[in-house]
Structures are given as C-alpha cells and as structure tokens.
C-alpha cells in the first residue's frame, strides 16, 4: 500500500496537473490580500464573522470540492483512461490496498497543501480568530477526506464520465440541497461540515438567530459521525466495485 501511495503521489505532480494544484491553492491569497487593504467593515465584530465565514467558504468548501473531484475522480477513473489500470491490479496488493494507497495519498496531499495556503491566508487577513483558525481546519480535513470518498466512488461508477457525475453531485447534494432549509440536507456533506465549523468557532454570539438555525442544527458529535459514516460508506462501496468489477479498458465511451 505504502508503495501504490508514493507511486500515486509521483503521479499527482506530473506534468500540469502539479501547476493546476499549485495554482488552485495560491489563487485565494491575492483576494485576500485585497480584503485586508481593501475591505470596509462597520465593526470589528462583522469583519472577524465576515472574513471567517469567507474562510471557510474557500477552505472547507471550495478547494477541498473541488481538488478531491479532480484527485478523487481519477484514483480510479484515470487509470482506466490511461489504460494502467491492469499494470496496477495485476501487482501482488489486493485491489482494496491499491484502492486505498491511492486514497491515502490523495487526502495526506490535499490536506497538507490547502491547510499551507490557509493559514497563510490566516495571517493575511488578520481579523479571524486562531479558534476559527482551527475550526476551519478541522472542517477542511473532513472535507478532503469525505470528498475525495464520495468521488472515488463516482470514479469506480462513472469511470469515463467521472468529472461530469462529481460536478452534479456538488451541484445538487452540496450546494442546493446542503443549503435549502430541508430534512434532505442531513443527507449532505456539507452541512454537517459547516456544523462542526460553527461549533468549534467562537462566533456562537456574533450570528443572529435565523443564520444560525442555516448554519447548523446538529451537534458536534452527530455532525462528525454522520460525516464518518458517509465516508466510510462510500470507502467501503468504492474497494466493493474495484473488487468485484472487471473494468473495461477500451476507447468506447
């Protein structure tokens, strides 16, 4: 497993896709730079929740999405349209090991990179507090983790359509329905994620009423189980698929 995780680490930073990472993590510094210079806020109070909440959007949400689609999608997906998926399988390593080496690798990546690129925008921005500092790391963790789960499983389903079915899963589950004040958003990801964030911060007093039922109405511990157990499920469905499933190698679509 060790050696199918450093063979995929390799892997993440060959050609562009290393330039597209590195680009995705540097992209929030500049606008966050032009916040701290430029931003005009009524109070000390509504910048640490504006610039916290901004935070989080873009490290617990955005890239944490948004790289893992990417990652996550092609643990699988790309080496059936690379073609080496039988160099991988035929390796004396069960599929599962294979499976989560490249998993492992992913997240361990991911998490260290986007947790680099906030804190230093942490310390650019100035205004949020070192609690929300960690509270959106933990978010982001959870985040990578269960993101990179749920679109390795795509991978393993939609092995040519991958990147297509990851970006109607955060369109649908993680950004209409996490948000629509529905039963269906326990369901999803991303609002458990935002609990254990506001949870964990310090702006339980700062967020008026109705903002705060938006935000989270679970508690710490059912918000991380009910994460744990969505990646968990999906771990344990995708290792099921690359187990059982004879994966076709050709150029048909």
């Known amino acids: ?29 500049p606008i966050l730079t032009l916040i701290r210079t430029q931003g005009e806020f009524r109070s000390p109070v509504e910048e640490q929740v504006q610039t916290s ?10 890239l944490p999405a948004l790289a893992s689609m990417l990652y996550g999608t092609s643990i699988i997906g790309a080496e059936v349209q690379n073609q080496t998926l039988t160099y991988l399988f035929t390796r004396p390593i069960a599929r599962w090991r294979v499976l989560m080496g490249k998993y492992l690798a992913n997240v361990g990546i991911l998490v260290a990179l986007t947790t680099l690129s906030l804190t230093i925008g942490w310390a650019i921005v100035g205004a949020v507090s070192a609690q929300n500092l960690a509270a959106i790391a933990v978010a982001t ?16 389903i939609f092995t040519r359509r991958a990147l297509i079915a990851g970006l109607a899963y955060l369109g649908v589950s993680e950004i209409a329905l996490a948000w629509a004040p529905t039963f269906g958003r326990n369901f999803t990801a991303q609002y458990h994620m935002r609990s254990i964030a506001f949870e964990l911060s310090d702006l339980e007093g ?38 059982s499933r004879e994966f076709a190698l050709t150029d048909d679509p």
């Open 53 to 62: 909440v901004f935070l989080y959007a873009i490290y617990a949400l955005a």
């Open 1 to 29: 497993m060790f050696a199918v995780a450093q063979l995929h680490l390799r892997q993440m930073f060959a050609g562009s896709r290393r330039w597209l990472l590195l680009v995705c993590m540097a992209i929030p510094l």
């Open 141 to 156: 963790v959870f985040a990578t983790a269960t993101y990179n789960a749920v679109f390795a499983l795509l991978g393993s």
């Open 206 to 243: 700062m967020l008026r009423s109705e903002l705060r039922a938006l935000v989270s109405e679970v508690t710490t511990p059912v918000a991380v189980a009910s994460v744990l157990s969505l990646c968990a499920v999906a771990l344990i469905a995708t290792c099921w698929i690359t187990t």
